[in-house]
């Protein structure tokens, strides 16, 4: 039977542990870093019915008479300067529509009753799969109109 045996002074033992502890807090911080990718918060934001949509509506502080215009669309798979743009006021309210290239959604406009001093203006909510993935205010009159994040600011 053979031993192995290994001589070390203290200096050589200590080197020793502090790079095994400065291996092991590389690995926990990179492990931190890179956690799995979660969903934005947009995604969880369901709108599969009339009354979540409109309540959703009411939660940014938007009033409706209810009813809704409905219309498929196919989200671009390739975004022009106008799109990318539109795609920018999602992005400030926590939308990407990036993920929805080339996919089939669905945009319900709604009438807002409580925009001040305007008639004209509507909510358009984009929905994909029962979940809201973006969402705009507009007046889409030629001589004031307008479009921008839900909050009316831009």
Partial sequence: MRVLTFK???KTIFGIVLAITGIIVIILSFAG???EKTEPTSAAIGCANTQERVKYLNSVGWE?????NKKQIIIPSKFNDVYTRYNDIQKKQGFDL???KGKKATIYTYSITNYKSNN???ADLIVYDGK???ADLCDPSADSGFLTALSGKD
Avoid: F, K, M, R
């Fill in 8 to 10: 070390a002074n203290p």
């Fill in 33 to 35: 870093n890179h956690s």
């Fill in 64 to 68: 409706t008479d209810g009813n809704e």
């Fill in 98 to 100: 990036e993920q929805y």
């Fill in 120 to 122: 004209n203006v509507v």
């Fill in 132 to 134: 809201l993935i973006g």
